[in-house]
């Protein structure tokens, strides 16, 4: 539920999902949430790591559509 509500409100990276969720599997669990029928696309981000060397990351997001869904949800929870 919290990368959910993280996803709800914008794009984050692997990174920031980790922290929020308080776990280093997220991959797995954006693998659940698309099996559970979630849209959410990847894309890869070049960054600079520690040395200074172009990396990319994962940055994480809800299609469109289920973010209109999500958004929805949530309010409705509220």
């Not at 776990?23 to 600079?48: F, H, M, Q, T, Y």
């Not at 997001?61 to 973010?67: L, N, P």
Request: hydrophobic share 40%; charged share 35%; aromatic share 4%.
């Amino acid at each position: 539920m919290r990368i959910i509500c993280a996803l709800a409100t914008g794009a984050r990276s692997r990174e920031e999902l980790d922290r929020i969720a308080g776990a280093s599997n997220v991959p797995d669990a954006i693998a659940a949430l698309r099996r559970k029928g979630l849209e959410i696309p990847a894309r890869r981000e070049p960054v600079r790591d520690c040395d200074g060397e172009i990396v990319y990351r994962g940055l994480y997001r809800f299609s469109d559509a289920d973010q209109l869904r999500t958004l929805g949800v949530l309010e409705g929870a509220r």
